[in-house]
Each structure stands twice: as C-alpha cells, then as structure tokens.
C-alpha cells in the first residue's frame, strides 16, 4: 500500500443531496478516508468544476448540456463543495476536473506521478459516472487499482451492483471498506 492513494471522487454536495440513498454513505466514507490517513496512504479529492459561462462545453456534448441543465458543478457554487462530513484537511491534495474520469481535463496523473503512486482505491459518487469513467482511464494507464464497493455510491442500486459485482472484478479489487481496512492494518 506504499504507492498507493485514495481517491475520493465528486462527493460535492449537490451530488450526495441527489444520491444519498441513507444507507450510511458518508460515515463509510470517512471511516476509509480515516483509516487511509492513519496508514499514510495520500488522500486525494477530484471534484467536477466547470467554469462560469461553460467554455468547456461543446453543443455536442450531450451528457455535459444534461449536467448544465440540472446547476450542478459551476465553480464557486455551494453545491459544488466537497460534503462537510468528509473535508479535506491541511495537505489533502484536491483536483478539479472537466469531465466524467478524474483524469479529464485535471492534473490527476501529473500529481499521481509526482508522488511515485502506481495504485489507487476509488470511492466516490457516482459508480456508474466517475468510478466507472477513471477505473477505464486508470487500466489504460497501468494503475493497480482497488474499488471500495460500499464507499461507491449510483443513483441506481442495480446498476452499482451490476458494476461491483460483476464488470470491476474484471480488472480491479473490490472489497468493502472494512475489508480495506483491515487490509491495510496488516501491512
């Protein structure tokens, strides 16, 4: 776990008031951003920011009008700020980003690069958006990769199912956060 990091992913406020589904997201989600901070392994927030006036948006881009559409993630906004109940503190590294994978239109791979990390444990909101969009960006760039299933959060339970219980065991593994931690407490 030396080179690895946490990624917590677009749990911006806006995001976790349209997913919550009150099942404890939040709460399993600090207690792995604790537990990674206790075993030094690096925190690094990526949130969706775009610009006011969207230069960044293309007509084309139809998942991008959608997101225009509904107000969400315009720089500055209060909707737009990562969730209280699980902050960054002092030295957490926050990454913005301008599309769906955490690497997109961000500085994810040069801080990764910088801070010699070749293996990332994704968590955020939504699976079938932010976790599904980097874990394929992140195989292409050869990270080892982890995905805390119950750290993940979709708008729709069938489809987080489908996806950590059937495609991300293809290429990641997918553990609970308490079988992360205790992991982790063994090396």
Known sequence: MANSALLVMDVQRDVVALADDGSGYLPRLRGAIDGARAAGIP???VVMGLRPGD???GPR?????NILRAGLFTEGAP???IHDEVA???GDVVVTKRRGSAFSGSD???VLRARDIDSLVLTGIATSAVVLSTLWHAIDLDFGLTVLADACLDTDPEVHR????KLFPQWADVLTVEDWLKAVAQQ
Do not use: K
């Open 43 to 45: 925190v690094i927030y």
């Open 55 to 57: 230069p960044e948006v």
């Open 61 to 65: 881009s139809t998942v991008m009008a």
């Open 79 to 81: 909707g737009t700020e």
């Open 88 to 90: 960054p503190r002092q």
């Open 108 to 110: 994810l791979d040069l």
């Open 162 to 165: 489908m996806l950590t219980e």
